[in-house]
C-alpha cells in the first residue's frame, strides 16, 4: 500500500489532506513571474465554415484573468460579453494560449488592442468555442526560490517521479485556485448559497478579508462590511474589484435585491460559487479514502467507475458499478487506463456509490448537513449545480524536468479539468499561497 505524506499546510482547510509522496519538497514558488507558468491548451478547432457567425481565434495573453480579460475584449469589438466563447478559465498570473470565438464580422476583430493580448489565426467557424470545448493542456512551469539545497533538488524530483509513475498519477484533488489563493472564500460564497442565506453570500463575496491583499483593498471591504451605502463606496472601489463592484452597482440601483446582485456576475462566475463547494466536499471524500488505505489506482468493491475514449475524456454517461461479478474484469481497465475510479461531485442529481466508497461519500454529506434539494437554488440557475462524478486520479502525460542555477522546471500535459498545481504540490509541498 501506497504510503501517503500528511498534509499540514493551509491546504487542508480546504480538503487536501494527504501528499501522495512521501517524499520531502523543494519547497519554492510558482509565478515570480508570467512566463514561469505557460499554459497552452490541447483543443480541437471547429471546423471551419464559409458565411458563418462564429470567428474562431488563438487567444495568447499575459497576465490576465479570463473573465476579465472577456470583458475587456466585448468592449473592443464591441459585442455582449456573453457572446465570446472560450473552452476553460485560466489562471492570471501566467502566459495562457487558448481558442476562443467571437460572435462578430471578421473585420471586428481588427478592433482589439489590449496589452499582452495577441489575436492570431482567425477563421469563421461552423459553432462557437464553449466550456469544455478542450482535450487538455500542456504546461512548462518555472519554480523558484527552493529551500531544499540545490544538491537535494535533483533527487527530490527523482523520487516523486517515481511514486507518480508507479500510481499511474497523482490524487486528483482540486486545486487551490478553484477556492482562490489569495482570499480563499469561492466555496464559502457557494456554501451559503447552497443553504439558501443569499445575502450572507453576496457580504462574504464583498467582505470577507485577506491578509495577502493591500490596505486600500482591505479598508474598501471593511467599509463593504458595516454599510449599505452602496452608492457611495462604489466609485472608490479599485479596478481589482471589478467583480464587486458589478454586485455594489447591482444593489446602489435595487437595494436588497441580493438574489439579483449573483444574477448580474459573469454567468461562469456565479457557477464556480456552488462548484467550488463541491469541489471541497470531493477533496474531503478523496482524502478520506486515503486516510482509510483504500486505493487510488485500482477498484474496489461499491466504487464507480468511468471509462474514457481515446482522447482520455471521461464517458460520465456511462458508469459502471463495481461487483463481485466485473470486480476483475474492471480492475484491468483501470490498469490499461481505459477507465478511472471516480468519486461524487454532489449536487441536485447527486448519487453514491456502494459499499466502502459510498460509505464514504454519504458520510462527508451527512457531516456537511446539505441535501440533493439544497443544490436547486431559486432565482438563480446558473447556481444551481446536478453534480457529477470526478476520478479521483489525474493521469500525467509527457512528464519531464530540468534543473536550472535557480530552481527547475517541469513539463507535462494533463486532461481537461486537472490543476497543474496539485501535481507541483507533490514536488513543492509549499504553503498554498506559494502557488
Not at 58 to 64: F, L
Not at 203 to 218: G, I, M, N
Not at 220 to 242: C, F, K, Q, V
Not at 329 to 346: D, E, M
Amino acid at each position: 500500500m501506497t504510503s501517503y505524506r500528511k498534509c499540514d499546510t493551509g491546504e487542508a482547510e480546504i480538503g487536501m489532506l494527504y501528499y501522495l509522496s512521501s517524499s520531502d519538497g523543494t519547497g519554492g514558488r510558482l509565478k515570480t513571474e508570467p512566463e514561469d507558468f505557460i499554459v497552452d491548451e490541447v483543443s480541437v478547432r471547429p471546423e471551419p465554415k464559409e458565411g458563418g457567425k462564429f470567428v474562431i481565434a488563438t487567444v495568447t495573453s499575459r497576465n490576465w484573468e479570463t473573465n476579465r480579460l472577456v470583458r475587456l475584449l466585448s468592449r473592443e469589438i464591441g459585442i455582449s460579453r456573453e457572446k465570446i466563447g472560450f473552452a476553460g478559465t485560466k489562471d492570471k498570473r501566467g502566459v495562457t494560449t487558448q481558442l476562443m470565438s467571437f460572435e462578430c464580422p471578421m473585420d471586428s476583430m481588427s478592433r482589439i488592442d489590449l496589452k499582452d493580448v495577441e489575436v492570431k489565426d482567425a477563421y469563421v467557424g461552423r459553432r462557437g468555442i464553449q466550456i469544455g470545448d478542450l482535450v487538455g493542456n500542456s504546461f512548462c512551469i518555472r519554480v523558484r526560490d527552493c529551500s531544499a539545497p540545490a544538491e537535494e533538488t535533483g533527487a527530490i524530483l527523482e523520487s516523486v517521479d517515481a511514486d507518480i509513475r508507479e500510481a499511474g498519477g497523482f490524487p486528483n484533488y482540486f486545486g487551490v485556485q478553484r477556492f482562490g489563493v489569495i482570499r480563499p472564500v469561492t466555496h464559502k460564497v457557494g456554501e451559503m448559497l447552497v443553504r439558501g442565506r443569499i445575502e450572507e453570500a453576496v457580504r462574504c463575496y464583498l467582505s470577507a478579508p485577506s491578509k495577502l491583499e493591500d490596505e486600500e483593498v482591505t479598508g474598501i471591504r471593511n467599509e463593504l462590511a458595516d454599510s449599505d451605502d452602496w452608492g457611495g463606496i462604489a466609485e472608490r472601489m479599485p479596478n481589482s474589484m471589478s467583480f464587486e463592484k458589478t454586485l455594489v452597482y447591482h444593489l446602489a440601483e435595487s437595494p436588497g435585491d441580493w438574489t439579483g446582485a449573483i444574477g448580474s456576475m459573469p454567468r461562469n462566475l456565479q457557477m464556480m460559487f456552488v462548484h467550488a463547494y463541491q469541489s471541497l466536499l470531493f477533496n474531503r471524500m478523496l482524502s478520506e479514502r486515503i486516510r482509510r488505505g483504500i486505493p487510488l489506482n485500482e477498484p474496489v468493491i461499491g466504487d464507480t467507475v468511468i471509462p474514457v475514449d481515446r482522447d482520455g475524456i471521461p464517458a460520465h454517461e456511462s458508469p459502471v458499478t463495481t461487483n463481485k461479478g466485473n470486480l476483475d474484469l474492471v480492475a484491468r481497465q483501470v490498469r490499461s487506463k481505459r477507465a478511472y475510479v471516480t468519486a461524487s461531485l454532489f449536487g441536485s442529481d447527486g448519487t453514491s456509490s456502494d459499499g466502502e466508497p459510498g460509505d464514504i461519500e454519504r458520510g462527508v454529506i451527512e457531516k456537511e448537513g446539505v441535501s440533493e434539494r439544497d443544490f436547486m437554488i431559486p432565482g438563480l440557475s446558473n447556481c444551481s449545480s446536478k453534480g457529477s462524478r470526478r476520478e479521483i486520479v489525474c493521469p500525467v502525460k509527457d512528464l519531464s524536468y530540468g534543473i536550472s542555477d535557480d530552481g527547475y522546471t517541469a513539463s507535462f500535459t494533463l486532461p481537461k479539468g486537472n490543476y497543474a498545481t496539485c501535481l507541483m504540490r507533490e514536488f513543492m509541498k509549499s504553503e498554498m499561497n506559494r502557488y
